[in-house]
């Protein structure tokens, strides 16, 4: 033991003094103030760019909404000025602006604005319920902002005080008598966190503080903007006053804009709960109908904070749906109601959920999420109760709902039994027995699918190709140009059918990726004008129906030579004219001869060729089908522009692009 305790201490590095792998006390850094904050904005806010910057306004409209929420503010005005200025102002209590207790020598306003964890939101007692729970909100703000201002009025006096980055610049003021009373925080993003470019989106901000205004018919919201910040927006207002006094019902009648509904009511209402024992206590309001065109949403808000990621006060109405709607078909007679499943009831529905509570539970500074284990069952219990009342009460309502949402079952079990079927029973389904010869991997993990045209292409690739991971769906010639053809002649085409059923991952709105079958699927045809029309159909068939299968990296196109090229036991394979010419002039000694072998397709170049030239992953050339990024939008509305005007029903239109082009075929000699 001895011995092996010299060799670990002979053979261990000894630290160098002066280097950089030195770690001491001093290397240890204590932040203080709202230093964290300003060294970590993401922490809090989301990040550091333009969109995290509008977190600033949302912290700072949550406080004034909860004093309107807690009964003692009824107007808010927020106001975007020109120079990326802001001003929140509420008709509230106003933040106390007396010493504090712990810091006599700070008033209230300026530990609330300077300490990380301070408020009055904590006990209870001064919020019933709260936006604000970590005490962390305004003074995030106040850290993130290279110019702040408050003025308080209480008692008919006006106090001021002003910050910047988080510290106060001046000692809290007071000023003259006024006859009013609640908070202003007047506010300048920090350029040194977000960038000299980054400017609050006037449209955003509008619609941020509308939604506040809808999720408590309470309070009344002015709004204003600047109108140098408006140009070519000719939807946002300068100025507006806000004030919806059916709530949530309002919101969902301006949304809908006159689309047509399953059925006229709405089921919406509001309901307070009282807590007992363990339970918690608080308010649930909520509004929902369910539009004809089954595009639908679902929107969720605790203590008006939006949970863009649910969480369990939308799970708690989901089942609440789902069983009233059960309970009323058994009640009823009903059949056909166990295939339901909840997304058919809430999935076409348009759905507005705002539950009000103390001390609620978040996922994250960012508050996106609500995971307060006892608002599950609050929610559903109060509004279970209320939807058997409407169901019950509205019969005619009720039964219509109740039709289209088992008709949606039916649909989505009979589209199951369709569409989703094993990997073993795919190639019995198809109609042509032997057509899609499949690769032995049940996983989809680095498989592929090669898609050639004719049997006899399909038969060198089958002989080509690894059992294991390799799938070969030969078609026969040409398919349906399908952004010329009807839905109904697509259904109608065999080929079509034969390549949805093959990668088993549905088109349009039912493309769900998790079902596709191959990791690749490679369009494989010949090197020719006929094998670039068919590869032209194939991935205008991939743009129109699986977009997505597109975007998610999946579609390639295999390239095959044109030309084998031979001199004494050299082989070289030349993919086009140009290509061949240059091997001839680089590759090659000149006092021989070569033999020029021109493949009229892929049927026939035998299996060993085509494999070393176009299948085996080791040496075959891919090249990848990819779309611009949602990013690019301009570039997007080119692809569509170009797809519809080579692949549309308009001859004209590519009449008109023959014409346009037909000198860049001749330059390249074609």
């Given at each position: 033991m001895a011995?092996m305790a010299?060799?670990?201490h002979?053979n261990s590095?000894?630290p160098?003094k002066?280097?950089r792998?030195d770690?001491t006390?001093?290397?240890i850094?204590?932040l203080?103030g709202?230093?964290p904050?300003?060294?970590r904005p993401?922490?809090y806010?989301?990040?550091?760019d333009?969109?995290?910057m509008?977190?600033?306004i949302?912290?700072?409209?949550d406080n004034a909404?909860d ?5 003692h503010?009824?107007t ?7 120079d ?6 509420d008709?509230g209590?106003g933040i106390?602006?007396d010493?504090h207790?712990?810091f006599?020598?700070k ?6 604005m300077?300490?990380?964890?301070s408020?009055g ?5 001064v ?7 970590h ?14 201002a408050?003025?308080v009025a209480?008692?008919?006096t ?5 910050f910047s980055?988080g510290?106060a610049?001046?000692k809290?003021?007071k000023?003259?008598a006024?006859?009013r ?5 007047i506010f300048t993003?920090?350029t ?7 400017r609050f989106?006037p449209a955003?901000?509008?619609r941020?503080?509308?939604?506040k205004a809808?999720?408590f018919?309470g309070?009344?919201v ?6 140098s910040l408006l ?7 300068a100025?507006d006053e806000?004030?919806f006094?059916n709530g949530l ?7 809908l804009?006159?689309r047509?509904?399953l059925?006229d009511?709405f ?15 608080g ?11 089954e595009?639908?949403f ?17 799970q708690?109405?989901?089942?609440a ?5 059960k309970?009323?078909?058994d009640?009823?007679g009903?059949?056909g109601v166990?295939?339901v499943t909840g997304?058919?009831v809430w999935?076409?529905a ?5 539950l009000?509570i103390?001390d609620p ?5 960012t508050?996106?999420k609500?995971?307060?284990v006892a608002a599950?069952?609050?929610v559903e ?10 169901l019950?009460?509205d ?8 039709e289209?949402?088992?008709a949606?079952a039916?649909?989505r079990v009979?589209k199951?039994q ?6 073993k029973?795919?190639?019995k389904?198809l109609r042509l ?5 499949d690769c ?6 680095g498989t592929?699918?090669?898609?050639v045209e004719?049997?006899?292409a399909?038969g ?7 059992r ?10 040409k398919?349906?140009?399908?952004a ?8 109608a085409?065999q080929e079509?059918?034969d390549?949805?059923e093959a990668?088993?991952c ?6 769900d990726e998790?079902k596709?079958?191959?990791e690749k699927i490679i369009?494989?045809?010949d090197a020719?004008v006929?094998?670039?029309h068919i590869?032209s159909?194939l991935m205008t068939?991939?743009?129109?129906e ?5 975007d998610n990296?999946?579609l390639?196109l295999a ?5 084998r090229?031979s001199?004494r036991?050299t082989?070289?394979?030349a993919?086009?004219d140009?290509?061949k010419?240059r091997?001839m002039?680089t590759?090659?000694?000149a006092?021989g001869?070569?033999e020029v ?5 892929l049927?026939?170049m035998?299996?060993g060729?085509l494999?070393?030239?176009?299948m085996d ?8 089908v990819?779309l611009?990024?949602?990013?690019e ?6 692809t569509a522009?170009l797809?519809e ?5 308009n001859p004209?239109e ?11 075929a001749?330059a390249?000699?074609?």
């Amino acid at each position: 033991m001895a011995h092996m305790a010299d060799l670990f201490h002979q053979n261990s590095p000894k630290p160098a003094k002066g280097k950089r792998g030195d770690y001491t006390a001093k290397d240890i850094e204590v932040l203080e103030g709202l230093e964290p904050v300003r060294r970590r904005p993401g922490m809090y806010i989301g990040g550091s760019d333009e969109s995290a910057m509008h977190h600033l306004i949302a912290e700072t409209l949550d406080n004034a909404m909860d004093e309107a929420v807690a009964g003692h503010a009824t107007t808010i005005e927020v106001e975007l000025g020109a120079d990326n200025e802001v001003t929140v102002r509420d008709n509230g209590r106003g933040i106390p602006i007396d010493p504090h207790p712990k810091f006599p020598k700070k008033s209230a306003l300026e530990v609330i604005m300077t300490t990380l964890h301070s408020g009055g939101k904590f006990s209870g007692k001064v919020y019933e319920t709260s936006g604000g729970l970590h005490g962390v909100g305004i003074s995030v703000v106040n850290a993130l902002s290279s110019k702040l201002a408050v003025e308080v009025a209480r008692d008919k006096t006006l106090w001021t005080q002003t910050f910047s980055r988080g510290v106060a610049k001046t000692k809290l003021a007071k000023g003259g008598a006024v006859n009013r009373r609640g908070t202003s925080v007047i506010f300048t993003p920090d350029t040194q966190i977000f960038g000299d470019k980054a400017r609050f989106r006037p449209a955003l901000v509008y619609r941020m503080v509308r939604s506040k205004a809808y999720l408590f018919e309470g309070v009344k919201v002015r709004w204003s903007c600047d109108k140098s910040l408006l140009k070519g927006d000719d939807q946002t207002p300068a100025e507006d006053e806000l004030h919806f006094a059916n709530g949530l019902t309002d919101y969902l009648t301006h949304v809908l804009n006159g689309r047509k509904r399953l059925m006229d009511s709405f089921f919406a209402g509001k309901a307070e709960m009282t807590g007992n024992g363990n339970d918690i206590g608080g308010r649930v309001e909520w509004a929902v109908c369910w539009p004809d065109d089954e595009q639908g949403f679902l929107n969720s808000y605790c203590n008006t904070i939006p949970t863009a990621e649910g969480g369990t006060h939308e799970q708690g109405m989901k089942t609440a749906m789902l069983r009233g709607l059960k309970s009323y078909a058994d009640m009823s007679g009903s059949k056909g109601v166990g295939n339901v499943t909840g997304e058919d009831v809430w999935g076409g529905a348009c759905i507005m959920l705002s539950l009000f509570i103390r001390d609620p539970q978040f996922q994250g500074q960012t508050k996106e999420k609500l995971v307060s284990v006892a608002a599950t069952r609050l929610v559903e219990t109060v509004i279970k109760d209320h939807f058997d009342h409407w169901l019950s009460g509205d019969m005619a309502s009720a039964n219509t709902l109740l039709e289209t949402v088992i008709a949606r079952a039916s649909e989505r079990v009979k589209k199951k039994q369709d569409q989703d079927f094993s990997r073993k029973s795919a190639t019995k389904k198809l109609r042509l027995p032997g057509k899609l010869t499949d690769c032995t991997r049940s996983s989809p993990r680095g498989t592929e699918l090669f898609i050639v045209e004719g049997d006899s292409a399909g038969g060198s690739a089958k002989q080509a190709r690894s059992r294991e991971t390799q799938a070969v769906l030969p078609l026969r010639g040409k398919i349906l140009n399908v952004a010329s053809a009807s839905d109904d002649k697509m259904r109608a085409n065999q080929e079509i059918q034969d390549l949805i059923e093959a990668l088993g991952c549905g088109i349009r709105d039912r493309y769900d990726e998790s079902k596709l079958r191959y990791e690749k699927i490679i369009i494989m045809t010949d090197a020719d004008v006929d094998g670039a029309h068919i590869a032209s159909l194939l991935m205008t068939f991939f743009y129109q129906e699986m977009r997505a299968l597109i975007d998610n990296g999946h579609l390639y196109l295999a390239l095959p030579p044109l030309y084998r090229l031979s001199q004494r036991g050299t082989t070289i394979y030349a993919m086009d004219d140009a290509d061949k010419a240059r091997l001839m002039a680089t590759a090659f000694d000149a006092r021989g001869k070569v033999e020029v072998s021109r493949f009229k397709g892929l049927g026939e170049m035998p299996p060993g060729q085509l494999k070393e030239t176009t299948m085996d992953p080791g040496r075959r050339t891919l090249l990848k089908v990819m779309l611009a990024g949602p990013e690019e939008k301009s570039a997007q509305r080119a692809t569509a522009k170009l797809v519809e005007q080579l692949m549309g029903r308009n001859p004209e239109e590519r009449f008109k692009f023959i014409q346009e082009n037909a000198k860049f075929a001749a330059a390249l000699d074609i």
